[in-house]
Antibody
Framework: EVQLVESGGGLVQPGGSLRLSCAASGFTLSDHYIDWVRQVPGKGLEWVGRSRNRAYSHTTEYDASVKGRFTISRDESENSLYLQMNSLKTEDTAVYYC???????????????????WGKGTTVTVSS | DIQMTQSPSAMSASVGDRVTITCRASQGISNYLVWFQQKPGKVPKRLIYAISSLQSGVPSRFSGSGSGTEFTLTISSLQPEDFATYYCLQHSGYPLTFGGGTKVEIK
């Protein structure tokens, strides 16, 4: 079964750090882009950032609200991906989802896998 | 940034109704448009990609259409299990942006 499982959420004080993990099974993580999306309970979805696949050297993109504070990295040997969150703010409080993305930039590789598999999410609470 | 304006933000409908939800992009996004459904307490689920391609396993009463900057999700005959919040997403440019959501409630 294709799935993603997030872990590492919790309660952290403002200014603190947290590292979220995303473990993949049923497919090879390095073949796919992976996105992080967050959702404040009761609110809408917000894209956080992306790690491209091995073919694109695992380059990353971030939303302006987290750029310079959040970093996405991968461990291919573990088929896992990480979201390092530093200098956390109260407005970072949300459920964080890890999501499978495309395998390429055109055709089936782009569209067929675009955010087709979501993890169950992990909750991050930033509060003093 | 590309803004995605989704309307309505909420609506009440009856089982069997035809429901239409619209997303307008602040600039042309080609066919880089995805629709998701989220039920309370659940993870979002992809319904449609590339404007009109139906996700495997999604009932055919769901359809997507549109072009350029205006896109539509249609539920041809609303079923009890369709009461949920629906989101559009553009992936034409960074940052990726979602619409604000449309909550479909029971009338």
């Amino acid at each position: 079964e294709v799935q993603l499982v997030e872990s590492g959420g919790g309660l952290v004080q403002p200014g603190g750090s947290l590292r979220l993990s995303c473990a993949a099974s049923g497919f090879t993580l390095s073949d796919h882009y992976i996105d992080w999306v967050r959702q404040v309970p009761g609110k809408g979805l917000e894209w956080v950032g992306r790690s491209r696949n091995r073919a694109y050297s695992h380059t990353t993109e971030y939303d302006a609200s987290v750029k310079g504070r959040f970093t996405i990295s991968r461990d291919e040997s573990e088929n896992s991906l990480y979201l390092q969150m530093n200098s956390l703010k109260t407005e970072d409080t949300a459920v964080y989802y890890c999501i499978r993305g495309p395998r390429g930039v055109s055709g089936t590789d782009l569209y067929f896998y675009y955010m087709d598999v979501w993890g169950k999410g992990t909750t991050v609470t930033v509060s003093s | 940034d590309i803004q995605m304006t989704q309307s309505p933000s909420a609506m009440s409908a009856s089982v069997g109704d035809r429901v239409t939800i619209t997303c307008r992009a602040s600039q042309g996004i080609s066919n880089y448009l995805v629709w998701f459904q989220q039920k309370p307490g659940k993870v979002p689920k992809r319904l449609i990609y590339a404007i009109s391609s139906l996700q495997s396993g999604v009932p055919s009463r769901f359809s997507g259409s549109g072009s350029g900057t205006e896109f539509t999700l249609t539920i041809s005959s609303l079923q009890p299990e369709d009461f949920a919040t629906y989101y559009c997403l553009q992936h034409s440019g960074y940052p990726l942006t979602f619409g604000g959501g449309t909550k479909v409630e029971i009338k």
